[in-house]
């Protein structure tokens, strides 16, 4: 009974769109899973052995098969939602992903780089949608950008003439004489090539 309920008959011509959609990475993903199902319901797979190889659920299955009778290649793809448009539009989107790339002091700040704080704060001046500092964070994670904490250094507290003479002694002290850093950096090369 299921395995009636289940068939479907494609053309040649919707197999090949099918396949199209479900390796085009540009498609959303729920389309490329339903045209994943939707080919293997013509293979006259059951919708346990789909829920097996998809990872999806039965009742995704007889939905995807559902709408897929009903509405043909419109069936794929979800209706726009119900609700409130994202504050964080496209035109916000370019400008975050742009801002985040620039050095703040090229932009008249006083500080080298961003927070989120800042950003968020930036991007409100500039836009007039004002987003807290967590979803300036998820809207970086989400366009590949990863947010970390600066290192703490006291490296412009060091006295450079005493760091050298340091280095210089260490150096004395295991190989018997001083070396320029570039010698070292050959020396090192060398060795790791052999």
Not at 23 to 38: C, E, L, M, N
Not at 181 to 193: I, K, M, P, Y
Request: net charge positive.
């Amino acid at each position: 009974m299921e395995e009636r309920e289940g068939s479907v008959q494609l053309t040649l011509q919707e197999r090949k769109e099918l396949h199209r959609i479900s390796r085009d990475g540009d498609k959303p993903s729920r389309a490329r899973i339903r045209a994943t199902i939707i080919l293997m319901s013509a293979e006259a797979m059951s919708a346990r052995q789909i829920v097996e190889a998809t990872g999806t659920c039965e009742r995704a299955v007889r939905d995807a098969r559902r709408r897929w009778r009903r509405q043909a290649y419109n069936g794929l793809y979800d209706r726009p939602r119900t609700g409130r448009p994202p504050r964080a539009d496209g035109r916000y989107r370019r400008l975050l992903s742009r801002v985040v790339c620039t050095d703040p002091r090229k932009l008249g700040y006083g500080f080298a780089q961003w927070t989120a704080p800042r950003l968020a704060e930036y991007l409100k001046q500039k836009t007039g949608i004002g987003l807290c500092d967590d979803w300036v964070r998820m809207l970086l994670k989400s366009q590949g950008f990863v947010w970390r904490k600066t290192k703490l250094t006291i490296r412009n507290l060091q006295d450079a003439g005493g760091k050298k003479e340091s280095a210089e002694a260490a150096l004395e002290a295991a190989g018997g004489r001083s070396t320029t850093r570039s010698e070292f950096r050959a020396l090192v090369w060398r060795r790791g090539a052999l």
